[in-house]
């Protein structure tokens, strides 16, 4: 069993930029990918950015490649997702996920997901 709690959203204007933290624990991790997906009012929740917990690997979205970056800290036991250059259309709640899958496979189809937070919205002001 693996828990996920999301934490750093905010509210913030064009431009701007917000860092999501995802705390992670309850199992071993070693053969998970860790990933962000967002839900927009009225639209489907879609695939963010994933990244494997050992290898490093990472995999974006094209709508947020070069403007966010995943992240690990084993340390810490913590998945961040750094949002630069934000856009209004980046509004949405945003969710931690974890799977026992490769990155690529957890972007196509969140039925791959085996483990959901509960959330933390961003919002993006013009």
């Known amino acids: 069993q693996v828990q996920l709690v999301e934490s750093g959203g905010g509210s913030v204007q064009a431009g701007g930029s917000l860092r999501l933290s995802c705390a992670v624990s309850?199992?071993?991790?070693?053969?998970?990918?860790m990933g962000w997906f967002r839900r927009a009012p009225g639209k489907e929740r879609e695939f963010v950015a994933a990244?494997?917990?050992?290898?490093?690997?990472?995999y974006y979205a094209d709508a947020v490649q070069d403007r966010f970056a995943i992240s690990r800290d084993w340390a810490k036991n913590t998945v961040y997702l750094q949002m630069n250059s934000l856009k209004p259309e980046d509004t949405a709640a945003y969710y931690c996920?974890?799977?026992?899958?490769?990155?690529?496979?957890?972007?196509?189809?969140?039925?791959?997901?085996?483990?959901w937070g509960q959330g933390t919205q961003v919002t993006v002001s013009s």
């Open positions: 996920a974890a799977a026992v899958s490769t990155v690529h496979d957890m972007a196509v189809a969140t039925a791959h997901v085996d483990y």
């Open positions: 309850g199992s071993t991790f070693s053969n998970y990918a």
């Open positions: 990244i494997r917990w050992t290898e490093g690997l990472e």
